[in-house]
């Protein structure tokens, strides 16, 4: 695709249910990142990928978090038993090869509301 | 101590001044920087990375870099009422994690 695409771009949900976040990487970015941004703050790194293996998995806040990518496309990114301070917008962006010494793309965000 | 930090302002200017953003990090080992804009409501976007020590300039926009203070400053020269975003400064660490400060609010009045 053009760019980074994730969806859906908002999700209403009660505390306790699991939900599932995903992302479309712009088409041959092998390295795709996960972030969170509460509301006013700054990006909080999650879960990096290189490929479809994820050699920093640092940022997840708890076992309640899990990430994964098939395909070295296509990644999900899954929340259970969610609480109320999970509410945030969830980032996704890719990059070319992951040295991290390249733009990041970003795609639009997901909005999580925890009720 | 927070490994990124900015000053998280608002910092306002009037349009035409230059404005100065600051960023310090805590990992020596550091390598990469970047400055990305975010408009309220949207995602990140970069506008700036540095590399080497000194002034990269590019259009308006200038980053320094001193490694040996682990200082990272953005200069917007000309500023315009549509250079009012949020800054965020970006290190690269070990591993190719990418950290984010929590960001400087810039506010440029017309």
């Known amino acids: 695709g053009a760019g980074v695409s994730q969806s859906p771009s908002n999700k209403v949900t009660e505390k306790g249910k699991d939900v599932e976040l995903r992302c479309d990487p712009i088409?041959?970015?092998?390295?795709l990142y996960w972030y969170r941004q509460r509301l006013g703050q700054g990006l909080e790194f999650l879960i990096y990928?290189?490929?479809?293996?994820?050699?920093?998995k640092s940022g997840l806040p708890s076992d309640r978090f899990s990430a994964e990518r098939t395909g070295e496309s296509v990644s999900t990114l899954t929340i259970q038993r969610t609480q109320q301070e999970d509410s945030a917008v969830y980032l996704c962006?890719?990059?070319?090869?992951?040295?991290?010494?390249?733009?990041?793309?970003f795609g639009s965000g997901t909005q999580l509301s925890v009720l | 101590q927070k490994e990124v930090e900015q000053n998280s302002g608002p910092l306002s200017v009037p349009e035409g001044a230059i404005a100065s953003l600051n960023c310090t990090y805590s990992?020596?080992?550091?390598?990469?920087f970047f400055w990305y804009r975010q408009y309220s409501g949207k995602s990140p976007e970069l506008i700036m990375f540095?590399?080497?020590?000194g002034d990269k300039e590019d259009g308006r926009f200038t980053a320094q870099l001193n490694k040996a203070s682990q200082y990272v400053s953005l200069l917007i020269r000309d500023s315009q009422p549509s250079d009012s975003a949020t800054y965020l400064c970006?290190?690269?660490?070990?591993?190719?994690?990418?950290?984010f400060g929590a960001g400087t609010i810039l506010r440029v009045k017309s």
């Open positions: 962006a890719s990059s070319l090869d992951g040295t991290g010494n390249e733009k990041l793309f």
């Open positions: 088409s041959g970015h092998t390295a």
């Open positions: 990928f290189q490929g479809n293996s994820a050699p920093d």
């Open positions: 990992d020596r080992g550091s390598q990469s």
């Open positions: 540095i590399y080497s020590n």
């Open positions: 970006a290190v690269k660490e070990y591993g190719n994690k990418l950290v």
